[in-house]
C-alpha cells in the first residue's frame, strides 16, 4: 500500500524531536528503525512513521494490532538526559504528549502505566518506552507511540473491539493523521525539553489518571492484585489498596 499523505509536512528542523520524517509504507518495527536511527548522525529525535508494522510489539511482549492506513504508529529514539531511576517520567511525559495531541478530538484520560483511554475506558492508544543503561544513566530511549486514528469499532477484531475505541469514533469524523502527529512531535518535543530542565510530570500525570476509585486487577510479576486504584506514587508506582492493606506496584 503506498501512502499519498505528506508525513514531512509534520516535521520541525528547529525541534529535537521531529525535526524530520522518516515514512515507510511498511517496517517490521517502528522502535526498532528508530533505535537504528541513534547511531547515525542526526538520526536522534527523527519520527519513524509505519502504515504496517509486521512485527509490532507492545508492552510485556504483546503484539500492537493496527490495519494499514488507518492509525498512527511512530517512534523516537534519544538520547535522554535522565538518571535510570527516573526513567518512568519519560514515559509519563510521552502520555501526557499524546494526551495533549489528541485534545482536539477526545479528552483522554491516562490508563496506569501508558493507555490512554476515552470516557467509557476504552483504549485509543499505547505507549512503549525501551532504554538501555550506562551505569546509572539512560543511554538510549526509544518512545513508541500507537494511537487508533480512524479505525472503525465495527472493523476491529473481536478479542480487542470491546475495549479499544478511535478518535474518529469520538470526535464524530475523520482524524488527519498527519496534523495529528504534528501536534504530538510538538507536545513530545515539549515533554522531553521540561523534563531536561528538571521539570516532574508527576502531578499532571495523576491529575490525568483515571484509576483512581476504581476496581483494578493488576499483574506483577507472577502475582495478580486486584482493589482499588488509590493514585500513583512519587516513584510512578500504582497505589492500590486491597484486602490486605495498601500496596505499590512498581511502573
Known sequence: MTDTLDWSAAADPRRRIGHAVEYHASIGSTNDRARDLLAEPGGEGIAVVADLQTAGRGRRGRSWISPPGMNLMVSVGLWPRLAARD???????????????????????????????????????????????DGERLATAVVGIGINVNWAKAEMPPEIADRAGSLSEVAGTQVDRVALLARLLAALDAEVAALGAGHSPVERYRAASVLDGRFVVVTAGSETIDGRGAGIGDDGSLLVDTGAGRRSIAY
Open 87 to 133: 526513567a518512568w517520567h519519560l514515559a509519563a511525559a510521552s502520555s501526557l504528549a499524546v494526551r495533549e495531541a489528541c485534545r482536539p478530538w477526545a479528552e483522554l484520560g491516562v490508563k496506569w502505566p501508558n493507555d490512554l483511554v476515552d470516557a467509557f475506558g476504552a483504549k485509543l492508544a499505547g505507549l512503549l518506552l525501551e532504554t538501555t543503561l
